[in-house]
Every structure is written in C-alpha cells, then in structure tokens.
C-alpha cells in the first residue's frame, strides 16, 4: 500500500511534467501542423535562465518567473523569424526548419555559453524531501505535482474562457475559416508559441531541477517525450497529449521500479519501438477526437 | 512531363552523370596530385559525404517524405561492416565483448564483399522496417524514422558484443582509400540518376506530386516507396563501411542527431530534388564546415596567442560551422525552398534558365522541383459534389 | 460605384486554368446571383474575393479599395462576411461559441450577445441548442448556423458559397427563404448556386459563369427568356442537362453532367 501510494505520487509528479511539456508540442501542432523539434531549446533557454538571473540577488521566485519569462519571448521569436516565412509551406519544410532552429540554438548555446553541464543555484526545497503520515516524499515531486495540476487548469480556462482560447480552439480545427471569421493569423500562431513557451519554461525549472545541471542538450530527452507522448495522445488533441503525457509518467516510473536493470537499459529503444507501432496502427493516436472530420 | 526539345531520358541521364562524374574524378585527381595527406582525408570524407547525400536524396528527393533515420543505417552498416573485415583477433581487440561462439567471430571477407554485405545487412533492418513505414506519411513518417534512429543510437550504447557499448571502437583497419570513396560515390550518382528515370522512378515521383492520381492510374505506391527505400538505406549501409574504415575508430555518438543535421542540411542547402542538387550540397556544405572549423582553430590560436586580432574574441569558440550552416539552412528553406540547385539536373535543356519567383506563390515541398501546387485545395465536405 | 468589382480575373491551380476573365460588380443593398455548373469557376470566385486563392492577374475592389494582397481577415474587417462552401462549422465548439468567433472582429460585447439573441429568435433552433456542440446538429441547421455566424460580423456584403449543396430538398426550399427573408433586410448578398430554378426566384441579377468567365449576365427575366439556356441549365431542374444542341450559342456551352469534371470551381 504504501508502495503504491509513493509510486502514485512519482508517477503523477513525473506525468504532470510530461504533460505540459507534450501539451506544448502539440498546442503548435494543432493549429500550424508544424512539429517543432527546437521546442526542446525553450526548454534549454529557460534552463540557462535559471543560470543566468539564479547568479544574481534575485529572489529565487522572480529567478523563476523570469526565466518561464524569457523561454515565451524565444518561442515568439522563433516563430516570427523562422517559422513565420515558411508557415504556408509543406509540412516537411516546417519540419525541416524546424530541425535547423534546434541545432542552431544548441550550437549558439555552445559556442556562447559552454558546452559542458552547469551547476544551478536552486532552492533548498529542491533536495528536501517531508514525512506525511509515516511516507517519505521529496518536497520537489510534490511541487511538480501541485504546479502542473494547477497550470493545466489555469491552460484549460485560458482555451474555454477567454476570446484568444476560442480562437485557438477553432483555429486548430480549421485555421483558413478562422480566418475567414476575421481572426487573425498571427494572433493566433503567436499565442500558440507563447503557450508553448510558458508551458516550456514551466516544464525547465522542474527538469534542471532533477539534476541541478544544464547543458546545451537539455532539452532532448524533454521533447522526445513529448513526441511519444502526443503520438500515444493523438498529435491534434490537447486532451489527448494530456492523457499521453500522463500514460508515459506512469509507465516509466513503472518501468523504472519493476523492470530488471538489463532491460532497463534499452528502455528508450522500447518506447521509441512502441512510437513506430501506434503509428502504423492507431496513426491519430490513442485518444480520437470526438468530432473528427476531414482536414481541409 | 516530356517538354518539348527535351533529350530522352537515358540521354539526360547521361549527360548529367557525366558532368557529376567528370566533377567528382576531378576532385579526387586535383587531390591526389597535391599529395597532401590532410587534403586528401578531407576530400575522401567529402566523397563519403556524397554517396550518404545522394543515397538520402534518392529516397526524399523522389518520394517527398523526409527520413531522419538514414544516420541510423549508416551505424548499422558501419558496425556490422566489423564483421566481415575482421579477422578473430582482430575483433579481440576492437570488439573484446563478442563471444567467440557467435557466429560472426570467424567470418571475414575481402573489403569490397564486406562493404555490400554491410550494406546488405542495413537493407535488410530497413526492408523489415520499411513495411510498416512506408504506410505513413507526412510529418508521421517523419517522427517515425526519428524513432529509429533512437532506437539505434540506444542498442548501439548498450550492446556490448556488438558495439562495445558506449566506449570507442578502435583498431578498424583503414581500408577505405580516396578511390574507394571516389568508386563509391560515382556508383551513388549513376544509381540515383538512373533510379530517377526508371519506371520505378517516375511512378514515386508521380507519387509524391500527387498521390490520389498516381493511385488511380494503377501505382501501388508502398511497394514503389518500398523499393526506393530499400536501395537507400542500402547504398547508406554501404557508405557507413566505408567511412568506418576511413576513420578507424568511432562511438555511437557519430551516428546521432549532429550528423542527421549534416546530410540533411547538405541536401536541403544543394536541393532534394535533383542529384545534382545532392552532390552540390554535399560538396558546397563538406568544404565549407572544413573550411569553417579550420577557421574555428586559427580563430583561437590567435585567441590563445592573445594577438591584436585574438584579444577581440571574447570566447573560445566551438560549434561556429554548425550555427553557420543551420543558418545557411534556414535561409535556403525561407528563400529557395528547392536548394541551390532548384531541382533541376546538370545538363538538363531547362538547367540555367532563370527560375524566378513564380506569379502564384504557393507551398513548394522539400523534394518538389516541379511546378508548385494550389495554395488551398479546399476539399468538398461530405456530401459535396465535385 | 459598385460595392464589389471583380475585373478581369484570372486564377490557375498549377496547369489548371480555373477563371480567364472572370467580371462581376455587385451593388448596395443587391442580391446577385452566380449560376453555373460545377467546376465552371464560381467558388474561385468567392475563394478569390477572399484572398484564400492568390489570382494571377485581374481587379478585385470592395469600396473602390483593392483587396488583392490582403490577408483574409483583413477582408472581414472591411465589411465583407463569407459564408463558405460546406458550411465550415467547427464541429466541436458549441452553437454559441461558433457564433461568438462571428464576432471575432468586434469588441461590444454588450452588442455581440443582443445580437446573438436577434439571431437565436430568427433561427430558433439555434437557440434551443446553444449550449451544444455544433456537429450535433443537422446539416439544415448547421447551414443556418454557418449564415448567422457569418452576420455576427455584421457585415455590408454577405457572400454565399452554395448554401443549398448536399442539403435534403425540404431543406433547400428552407435555405432559399432564409435568403428571402435576408434579402428583405436590405442585405448585400452575392449568392454562388447550382440551383438556377431557385436561385433566380430570389435575385435581383444573375451572372451565368461558364469555364471560368461571365457567359452571360441580366435579370432573372432576361436569364429565363433565353431560350437555350433554359433547355440547357434549367430543363431538368437542379440537375443540368438534356438538349444543349439547339443553336451556336448553345453549342459552346460545357456538356453537362455527365461529363462534369474534377476541376473545382
């Protein structure tokens, strides 16, 4: 019992997280069909965020809000100035571009920076970890709990409350009559980055956080996650990259406690095996939307 | 497709193999005939490069998906190339975790056997493989040949025997000479182009620009996507020997998302939709990082040295080819989507006509050299007649 | 001056020529109607007017401003509202939400939900099911549902793209009143429809589009007394065909049905 109570509480901590980090995948997807491989370098961005204002005085909460700060001004960046003339083309060229913006912003980290891991300065409660009712628990799981719950509501009111998230919700069933109701583009893929970023910078602090380090390839394994988690959600559906995000939590903390070390090691060549077989078998994903239709 | 005053296609076909061969002898000759060992690497790696280049372009270039997976079958052809050039003590040393009651511990074969056998032994992963991918499309496609190279790059960290895990292998004998690579890389060309023109070919193209259409004149498309697949992954397999047994000893880190990024870039900055375009690429792009990075090592030389020019650079600088060629890149994808080349083939009646903008912007695919499509074809909903 | 001037418009998808010389004006307060078989180049047309098609050459002018060049929102927000082909609901949002993103481009919301109720009461259903997602209605309803979103923007000049298309025929007659009773709004209305009958029961003047230019133009009364055309477009009703070699004019019409062709309009 108890060890399903600490699996619970790890599994949903690490599902929260990769949660946000495939709803901020898929938020993009949705709406410009554009797979965007450079979403682990926000999560980077952020992360030397965390380095640079975490050497300052700062108090660490405005060293926080400031880094999710800068990681939503590089996603809008990125998308005004290498997404933005491309929007109209193939799926493939987005993606292609994509690829390019990854590799330059590593390499620019790299060459400005260091390529070598960093120490970040971190809040003590980071490594503490509380007693609650004779269980042990690290203060940090139960933050990224707490923080993805909340952010995830905070997201939901945003698209069924707001003007700009009835858009988004439109837009991502079909972008041209959006437009045709005199919504506009930008606006909209705009938000859409500027969500993907906050939900990135989110997503950085609690990932540096695992290892207090950053490195310019931080934000790999992030947004392989997030691949297989909207793959296994549906890549145009938010409930679904929800879902998907949360499903993987459990599976790799299950993994993680019960698999025998051997096999632990290929681990990643299993998840990526399962990618290519949902794929070829349930291409929307796992989880349909309920009023699917053609896509014009 | 035939334009009038256009030469048949196995004429075209020569003449354009005949301008990249003539180009690729006269770099490996020019080369030669300086003596300079560091050139004669360089220019041996930039041939390698082509046949990679080309081998990605046969496959995206006429089919117009985009694999990131390619790097992945050059590990599989690099690695198990080491079984066939071998000898059992040799592999004691380069491979020590290989049980010797494997089968593999006693074979070894003359080099240019056990290039195709490597060659073979990627085709094979990607003929398995390539039945379920090649009934997917788009970005799916895509997303899953990135799976692969993964999954790749994760057996090949932890599967000691075979790999020496995450460790360097060491001790490959340097078989692979500049006529090797110069050999491989005119059979790449002349494959592509021929492949290109074959009913094959043209079927997958027909394809790629449309797929319903194709469909309704009788192209079983996955079995043509299949086959160009296959022939690629094969021809990468085999360049993946070759430069193992150019560059002796390498990890699985070689064969990752960096090296991805190089081939890719080398086709999108030269144009997948042409061979020329896959061969210019790699050659422009082999060139320029080389050139790049020695300019990278004199930069901080003079850094180091602190010399009036070196107490200008604040920092050391590492990674300056890559960040040049991405955005090299992503200028060619924002302002000529069809690459240096614009799809066209050397020696073709229509290569060096101005290609201006065309009057009706609309999206051009990586891969497309034709006519770019309808902006929006606006698909009748159900029930809608047309 | 017209409130719309299309002239001389000219717009191709890749080796397919879809309008050569496409001319139309519309006036305040007119509804003209765009009448021809399928694939003869009227949702170009209005794809064109919108901007979501980038024609080759021709004018395109809304108020004597041109709109070639413009985003399609840009469009919206002059006072031109598209009502497109297939309704183009968002299935999944709810009727109200549907109706909300009509008046993306405006910001009184006090005016945006009186508006709502105006036309919750003109299309009752619409307002019984205002809490439902959209795709649960019918396709009759959706229709109306598409038309009301579209006046949300409260626009100077509505265009139609065939409201009538895959509708059951008690529907259609439906869909026609409801452009009567627009109509006696004082709506500016350029109607794209197969449904020449109908159609020319309602309009003020009629364009007959052929292979993507004006064949002819006039009143409903000048379009009905053209002998051939009856026999051609209007013979069997919503359906074109029958006898179409009568006389010259007749001749260079497209052969009908049967041969109707893929080429989308």
């Known amino acids: 019992m108890d060890n399903l109570i600490q699996y619970l509480i790890s599994s949903l901590s690490l599902g929260g997280l990769y949660a946000l980090m495939t709803l901020g995948l898929v938020v993009v997807y949705g709406i410009l069909r554009l797979i965007n491989f450079a979403y682990g370098e926000l999560v980077m961005v952020a992360g030397y965020g965390l380095l640079l204002f975490g050497n300052t005085t700062l108090a660490w909460p405005i060293v926080a809000l400031l880094s999710i700060a800068v990681a939503v001004v590089a996603a809008v960046v990125m998308e005004r100035v290498a997404f933005r003339p491309v929007r109209f083309a193939s799926a493939s060229t987005m993606l292609i571009t994509s690829f390019a913006v990854s590799t330059l912003l590593q390499n620019t980290t790299l060459l400005a920076i260091s390529p070598r891991p960093q120490a970040v300065r971190l809040p003590s409660f980071f490594v503490e970890s509380v007693a609650i009712g004779g269980l042990r628990f690290r203060v940090v799981d139960l933050a990224s709990l707490t923080v993805s719950i909340v952010a995830l509501v905070l997201l939901s009111i945003l698209l069924r409350r707001t003007t700009i998230g009835l858009a988004l919700r439109a837009a991502a069933d079909d972008f041209t009559m959006t437009r045709l109701l005199g919504v506009r583009a930008n606006h909209i893929i705009s938000a859409a980055f500027a969500i993907s970023g906050l939900l990135a910078g989110i997503v950085a602090i609690f990932w540096v956080g695992r290892s207090s380090l950053v490195e310019p390839a931080i934000g790999l394994q992030p947004v392989l996650i997030a691949f297989i988690a909207s793959v296994v959600g549906g890549m145009e559906n938010l409930k679904g990259a929800v879902l998907g995000g949360y499903l993987l939590g459990f599976l790799t903390v299950g993994l993680q406690t019960w698999l025998p070390q051997a096999l632990l090691d290929y681990r990643n060549a299993v998840l990526f095996g399962i990618v290519i077989v949902i794929l070829l078998l349930r291409p929307e994903g796992l989880i349909r939307p309920a009023y699917s239709r053609e896509r014009r | ?386 | 001056m017209p409130l719309l001037l299309v002239d001389g418009l000219h717009v191709r998808y890749g080796a397919i020529v879809a309008l050569r010389g496409m001319s139309l004006t519309v006036d305040e307060g007119e509804i003209v109607g765009l009448i021809g078989v399928n694939g003869a180049g009227k949702s170009t047309t209005m794809n064109a007017i919108m901007q979501v098609v980038r024609p080759e050459r021709g004018r395109i002018e809304y108020n004597g401003a041109s709109l070639i060049g413009l985003a399609p929102e840009a469009i919206i927000r002059r006072g031109v509202a598209p009502v497109m082909e297939g309704r183009r609901i968002f299935p999944g949002l709810t009727v109200e939400e549907n109706l909300k993103l009509g008046a993306a481009i405006r910001s009184d919301r006090e005016a945006i939900r009186a508006d709502i109720e105006r036309w919750c009461a003109f299309f009752p259903i619409l307002g019984e099911r205002l809490t439902k997602p959209a795709g649960t209605l019918s396709g009759g309803q959706q229709q109306m549902l598409a038309v009301a979103r579209a006046l949300m923007s409260r626009p100077r000049l509505l265009l139609m793209d065939e409201p009538s298309l895959g509708l059951a025929p008690k529907l259609v007659s439906e869909v026609f009143t409801l452009i009567a009773e627009l109509r006696d709004l004082g709506m500016t209305i350029l109607l794209v429809e197969q449904n020449v009958r109908k159609t020319l029961d309602i309009v003020d003047r009629a364009y007959l589009v052929n292979t993507g230019r004006v064949e002819f133009a006039g009143t409903p009364d000048e379009i009905r007394q053209q002998a051939d055309l009856e026999q051609a477009y209007l013979g069997g009703g919503r359906e074109a065909g029958g006898g179409r070699n009568a006389s010259p004019s007749a001749s260079r019409l497209p052969p009908p049905a049967s041969a109707r062709t893929s080429i989308r309009g």
Request: glycine share 10%.
């Open chain 2, 1 to 386: 497709m035939n334009a009038p005053g256009r030469r048949s296609p196995l004429a075209q076909v020569a003449v354009t193999a005949a301008v990249l061969c003539a180009g690729l002898i006269a770099i490996a000759v020019l080369t030669s005939l300086v003596g300079d060992r560091v050139f004669e690497r360089v220019t041996t790696v930039l041939l390698i490069s082509v046949v990679l280049t080309v081998a990605l372009q046969l496959f995206m270039g006429n089919s117009g998906l985009s694999s990131f997976g390619h790097i992945g079958f050059m590990a599989i052809g690099a690695y198990s190339s080491l079984w066939f050039t071998l000898s059992p003590d040799e592999k004691n040393v380069t491979l020590p975790d290989m049980p010797p009651e494997w089968p593999m511990y006693g074979w070894q074969t003359p080099y240019l056997p056990a290039i195709l056998l490597a060659g073979g032994v990627a085709a094979l992963v990607g003929a398995l493989l390539g039945v379920a991918l090649v009934r997917l499309r788009g970005a799916s496609f895509t997303i899953a040949t990135f799976a692969f190279l993964i999954i790749v790059h994760s057996v090949a960290l932890q599967w000691e025997p075979m790999t020496r895990g995450s460790r360097t292998v060491f001790g490959i004998p340097e078989l692979t000479t500049i006529w090797w690579a110069l050999g491989a890389a005119l059979i790449a060309v002349i494959a592509a182009l021929l492949f290109k023109e074959s009913s094959l070919g043209l079927r997958l193209r027909a394809a790629r620009d449309d797929e319903d259409a194709a469909a309704s004149l009788g192209v079983h498309i996955t079995w043509v996507r299949w086959v160009a697949w296959v022939l690629s992954v094969f021809i990468t397999g085999a360049a993946g020997a070759l430069w193992g047994h150019f560059i002796t000893t390498f990890s699985p880190t070689a064969f990752y998302i960096s090296q991805t990024f190089l081939i890719v870039a080398m086709l999108i900055i030269g144009g997948a939709g042409s061979v020329s375009g896959a061969v210019t690429g790699a050659v422009v792009v082999a060139l320029s990082s080389e050139w790049l990075r020695r300019l990278e090592g004199w930069l901080n030389t003079q850094r180091a040295d602190q010399t009036t020019l070196g107490q200008l650079i604040p920092i050391e600088l590492r990674g300056f080819a890559e960040i040049v060629i991405a955005i090299a890149m992503i200028l060619v994808l924002i302002l000529r989507p069809s690459g240096i080349m614009g799809g066209r083939e050397i020696g073709s009646p229509r290569f060096g006509r101005a290609v201006g903008p065309h009057p009706n912007p609309s999206p051009t695919a990586v891969g497309e050299g034709l006519p770019p499509r309808p902006a929006h074809r606006e698909t009748p909903p159900s029930g809608g007649g047309g």
